[in-house]
T-cell receptor, first 113, second 113 residues
Framework: GQQLNQSPQSMFIQEGEDVSMNCTSS?????WLWYKQDPGEGPVLLIA?????ELTSNGRLTAQFGITRKDSFLNISASIPSDVGIYFC?????????????FGKGTKLTVNP | GAGVSQSPRYKVAKRGQDVALRCDPI?????LFWYQQALGQGPEFLTY????????KSGLPSDRFFAERPEGSVSTLKIQRTQQEDSAVYLC???????????FGPGTRLTVT
């Protein structure tokens, strides 16, 4: 089963507002990634984080890799209607010589124009 | 093409039928992954290939699921004797050898009736 807890499950905001969502885990991950998924499409990579404490921006998106390596957050500033979608965090797990992504259940974002 | 492609996009199967889902990764990507995404959930890892070698199949839910990538490029996920609980979106992702960032295809939505 999945090991990442994402919150909130869903958010309803007005266009122009800032958004914050986070992801926690009971396990340590060495890499965190944030993806966005639109209906009927596969997840699209937004930001990848490789070092504990790292803060990375991509346009209006900012993500941080927690110091304990057990959490991450994603902020979206000045939201616009096309930000609507489901945001997933994912941790990269190395196990038995193989690497695999473990995903959270997602945060569904709705932006009212 | 520029991205990962999957076919068919939609598949309806009667319970007990066999299905085959195809994935064309990004050209030159060494690693290929299959995920299963149930409704309202994040993707869950099924299996991982590096070139033609299947290095991890720990996520395959039963021996009815089989994946192959014989020439290290296109991959096929086969599900034998489909059951209703197999209904989900099946996502394929690829990444280049030195990168952990996985790029997803649009998925195949499988409905078992």
């Amino acid at each position: 089963g999945q090991q990442l807890n994402q919150s909130p499950q869903s958010m309803f905001i007005q266009e122009g507002e800032d958004v914050s969502m986070n992801c926690t885990s009971s396990s340590i991950f060495n890499t965190w990634l944030w993806y966005k998924q639109d209906p009927g499409e596969g997840p699209v990579l937004l930001i990848a984080l490789y070092k504990a404490g790292e803060l990375t921006s991509n346009g209006r998106l900012t993500a941080q890799f927690g110091i304990t390596r057990k959490d991450s957050f994603l902020n979206i500033s000045a939201s616009i209607p096309s930000d609507v979608g489901i945001y997933f965090c994912a941790g990269l797990k190395t196990q038995g010589g193989s690497e695999k992504l473990v995903f959270g259940k997602g945060t569904k974002l709705t932006v009212n124009p | 093409g520029a991205g990962v492609s999957q076919s068919p996009r939609y598949k309806v199967a009667k319970r007990g039928q066999d299905v085959a889902l195809r994935c064309d990764p990004i050209s030159g990507h060494v690693s290929l992954f299959w995920y299963q995404q149930a409704l309202g959930q994040g993707p869950e890892f099924l299996t991982y290939f590096q070139n033609e070698a299947q290095l991890d199949k720990s996520g395959l839910p039963s021996d009815r699921f089989f994946a192959e990538r014989p020439e290290g490029s296109v991959s096929t996920l086969k599900i034998q004797r489909t059951q209703q609980e197999d209904s989900a979106v099946y996502l394929c992702a690829s990444s280049s050898f030195a990168m952990v960032e996985q790029y997803f295809g649009p998925g195949t939505r499988l409905t078992v009736t």
